[in-house]
């Protein structure tokens, strides 16, 4: 999971797309990292449990 990928949250009502802005690594050792998603159908941005996101289009963006 990276920044500019695409993710959905299964389990939710709607089916709903987002892309991801950025990264937070606080707690990642516990399985607790977060990232910023941007919501397309809602036109906002929240912070999410990686755990609870699927990767649907991985950004395939080069690191050169």
């Known amino acids: 999971m990276q920044v500019g990928d695409l993710v959905i949250m299964p389990g939710s009502f709607e089916?709903?797309?987002g892309i991801i802005l950025r990264m937070k690594s606080d707690g990642e050792k516990h399985g607790l990292g977060r990232v910023e998603v941007?919501?397309?159908e809602d036109g906002e941005a929240s912070w999410e449990p990686k755990k609870w996101?699927?990767?649907i289009s991985a950004n395939r963006r080069s690191g050169v």
Do not use: F, R
């Open 15 to 17: 089916p709903i797309t």
């Open 38 to 40: 941007y919501w397309v």
């Open 53 to 55: 996101l699927e990767v």
